[in-house]
């Protein structure tokens, strides 16, 4: 089992940018791809971002491609999300996952675990 928790979310005016944390635990030994998605009210889960376990490979959504940057730390055993330029569609809860494996997928059936979400408001 894997535990992921994430942290970072607030609220934050449109232009302004935020990081999130996710922080795994568990058994957190082996590769995985880790990946962060987001759901608006009403509105299903989607795709933001992927990365590899080395770091050394990423995948995003078109809609956050060069605002958006995943990172992680594997002696941290921590993945973050730097948001800058955000914008009032940003709005989201963000989920963090993890996926057994080395593809960066984007869609959320493929991953194995998913953290508690953290809110994220941006107000124009």
């Known amino acids: 089992q894997v535990q992921l928790v994430e942290s970072g979310g607030r609220l934050v005016q449109a232009g302004g940018s935020l990081r999130l944390s996710c922080a795994a635990s568990?058994?957190?030994?082996?590769?995985?791809?880790m990946g962060w998605f987001r759901q608006a009210p009403g509105k299903e889960r989607e795709f933001v971002a992927a990365?590899?376990?080395?770091?050394?490979?990423?995948n995003y959504a078109d809609s956050v491609k060069g605002r958006f940057t995943i990172s992680r730390d594997t002696i941290k055993i921590t993945v973050y999300l730097q948001m800058n330029s955000l914008k009032p569609e940003d709005t989201a809860v963000y989920y963090c996952?993890?996926?057994?494996?080395?593809?960066?997928?984007?869609?959320?059936?493929?991953?194995?675990?998913w953290g508690q979400g953290t809110q994220v408001t941006v107000s124009s």
């Open positions: 568990g058994r957190t030994f082996g590769a995985y791809a």
């Open positions: 990365v590899s376990w080395s770091g050394g490979s990423t």
């Open positions: 996952a993890a996926r057994r494996g080395s593809w960066l997928a984007d869609d959320k059936s493929e991953y194995d675990y």
